[in-house]
């Protein structure tokens, strides 16, 4: 489905000219890259054939020759070894100051702040979030480039939907030191929901629960006409997989009685055991059981771990997510009966105690068929074919919302709306406005943002002026404004005089810098307001009306003030004047009535006016040239 489409009919590219472009899904534990080839979104593999690449980055000691670091898997299986130098879960520290990172001390290597921004100190020396993420980042976009044999055009990069302005600015920075182009950020619960394909189903609440490695969330998004809002979001961000990993660590510990302090590569080890014993109990019947061994402070540890003890000594893990699933049903002010569909996310949802818990909770069976870990990158990589003008004219994917509305400041400090809150991007919508005054030449533009009436109460965008108007009369010059917001959130207001083709422009970026609570405020501040604001709006374009009238009365009296008899002109003085009092009214009801009076008495004369006009333009005149 479309609302607009990109590409003019009959200029999509060949398929020789397709650009290749990828959806990146930058994981806390695990990154993939996906792209649609012959329409179908795929997860590219590496040289060895796998798609997932751990999070991970080991920096190597310049003075030991060494003027390189190892990603992925390679960094991986350094981290027991070399854990103050191999970086994980550094989306954690994306944005952020050390004190804002959860937990930052528990992390196996040094974060400390520089110029206010949390950094990483290794043995090749400091290294800021983004340059680790860009290395990750760098490695899928030649995997792409491999793969394709071909440049990257662009990436659409997920992020979680609560990533706030300075996490999402820093992994824009972090893709551009790994020289990709952005074609859009998008939230990760959106990329899921796009993978399953129901944007092009039928509309309605989706819960996305989406337990990662190292964090849970759960999105509650709504569909309406192809497009998906964030309606609340909710989670845990020191919560996942991970802690599972914990959970049964310490349980087997218990069990053996080990109650030695560890050290850091010892608990290292242990953890890669628990990991892959969890992960081994997700695939083994109910009754079953897997073994854990790890050898830990010279002891040898042998512990069968059944299916049942698993899930008991990580219960409380489990039913941690389900508390945050009420809490953001709360918050969307839904039910769990209003859920249409129930989409897993992250790896951890391979574990069946989730399946089952969610699918108690909901009712219905979640989604599970396409891989969780791969599903972000999936969505990504479909957002980005269209993105990228890959996909049929009609295919577009339109996924994100204008959240608060963009319009245009007129007479009387009011705001006209020209592209109301929650229309999807990229869209174009324009309304036509004219000239207040006789021979007004130019149109001074203010572009607003804001729910509110009163251009006063929204918050300024940009101000252009139109010129070179043609002088006409007032209200005969048609100025049409159009509103462009493209792909990225980027919008233009263009102004032209319909006649004489004169335009102004103006290009503003109408989302930058205003957080989501920003703009929570502002809409909740709107609807508080709603009722003064509809009084205060009716004040306004009373008084406007009114000028407007007076104005207009003044100048035909200038002109053609010896076609009245002195009674009639004595008349228009006196609704003139009682007109001018009436503005101070803070009644619309008495403007008005003031204003249609003054109205209804120069009706006469304006007949006789017009007359007087038909007659001097036929004056001289042949018949056929009339
Ligand atoms: P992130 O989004 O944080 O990068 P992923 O979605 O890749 O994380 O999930 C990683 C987590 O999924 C790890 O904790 C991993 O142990 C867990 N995981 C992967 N496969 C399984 C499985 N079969 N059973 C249980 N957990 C699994
Ligand atoms: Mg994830």
């Known amino acids: 489905m479309a609302l607009l489409q990109i590409s003019e009919p009959g200029q999509s590219l060949d398929p020789h000219q397709r650009r290749v472009a990828v959806g990146i899904d930058l994981g806390t534990t695990h990154s993939l890259v996906a792209a649609v080839r012959h329409g179908v979104s795929e997860c590219l593999p590496d040289a060895q054939g796998q798609v997932i690449l751990p999070s991970v980055v080991r920096y190597l000691d310049p003075a030991q020759g060494n003027s390189g670091r190892q990603i992925g898997f390679d960094a991986l299986a350094a981290q027991v070894d070399d854990p103050a130098n191999t970086i994980s879960s550094v989306k954690r520290l994306m944005g952020r100051t050390r004190a804002q990172v959860v937990d930052a001390d528990k992390l196996p290597y040094t974060v400390v702040d520089d110029q206010g921004m949390a950094v990483v100190e290794t043995t090749a020396g400091r290294k800021t979030p983004m340059e680790v ?20 055009y662009g990436a659409v990069i997920t992020v979680p939907a609560y990533f706030d302005d300075a996490q ?28 399953y394909g129901l944007d092009n189903g039928s509309e309605g609440i989706y819960a996305i629960y989406d ?13 309406t006409q192809g497009v998906f809002q964030v309606m609340a979001t909710g989670g845990d961000s020191a919560l996942g997989g991970d802690d599972y990993d914990q959970a049964l660590a310490a349980w087997v510990l218990a069990q053996q009685g ?29 009754a079953g059981s897997v073994a854990f061994t790890a050898n830990i402070a010279g002891q040898q540890l042998n512990q ?16 941690r997510t389900m508390a945050a699933v009420r809490k953001v049903l ?13 989409v897993m996310v992250g790896g951890s949802t391979r574990m069946p105690v989730i399946r089952s818990a969610v699918g108690a909770f909901f009712g219905q069976e979640p989604l599970t068929n396409l891989n969780p870990d791969e599903v972000v990158a999936l969505g990504a990589a479909i957002q980005a074919n269209a993105l990228a003008g890959n996909s049929r004219d009609g295919d577009l994917l339109l996924l994100d919302v204008i959240p608060l509305s963009l319009g245009i400041e007129t007479m009387g400090g009011l705001v006209e709306r020209i592209v109301p809150r929650n229309s999807p991007i990229p869209t174009a919508l324009a309304q036509d406005f004219t000239t207040y005054q006789d021979g007004q030449t130019a149109l001074a533009l203010h572009v607003v943002q804001g729910e509110r009436d009163l251009v006063a109460d929204c918050r300024s965008l940009a101000r252009f002026v139109l010129r070179g108007i043609p002088p006409m009369a007032a209200g005969a010059a048609r100025i049409r404004v159009s509103f462009t917001v493209d792909a990225d959130g980027l919008l233009s207001v263009a102004a032209k005089e319909q006649g004489s083709g004169v335009e ?5 970026k109408p989302a930058y810098g205003l957080s989501d609570e920003q703009i929570a405020a502002m809409l909740q501040d709107s609807f508080a307001t709603a009722q003064q604001d509809i009084a205060a709006r009716a004040l306004m374009e009373a008084r406007v009306d009114a000028d407007r009238m007076i104005v207009a009365t003044r100048s035909a009296l200038a002109g053609d003030a010896d076609l009245l008899e002195p009674a009639e002109r004595q008349t228009i003085d006196t609704l003139m004047g009682q007109l001018t009092q009436s503005l101070a009214s803070t009644d619309a009801a008495v403007i008005e009535a003031a204003t249609d009076a003054l109205a209804k008495g120069t009706e006469a004369f304006a007949a006789m006016r017009m007359n007087r006009g038909i007659q001097r333009a036929l004056a001289g005149k042949k018949l056929e040239e009339v």
């Open 504 to 508: 102004a422009r103006v290009d503003v």
């Open 330 to 342: 709360r918050d969307a002010g839904i039910t769990k009966d209003d859920v249409k569909g129930v």
């Open 133 to 152: 993420s860009a290395e990750i980042l760098a490695a899928l976009r030649f995997r792409a480039e491999d793969s394709f044999d071909d440049d990257l």
């Open 211 to 223: 337990l990662g490695g190292g964090t849970f969330d759960i999105s509650i998004l709504r569909l």
């Open 304 to 319: 069968a771990v059944t299916k049942a003890q698993f899930e008991a000594c990580t219960a409380p893990l489990t039913a």
């Open 168 to 195: 999402r600015q820093a992994t824009k920075d972090a893709a551009q030191l790994a020289g990709i182009n952005v074609l859009r950020l998008i939230n990760e619960p959106t990329a899921a929901a796009i993978a």
């Open 258 to 286: 080990v109650a030695v302090a560890l050290s850091a590569s010892e608990r290292a080890a242990l953890h890669a055991e628990a990991r892959r014993c969890k992960e081994a109990l997700s695939a083994v019947e109910p």
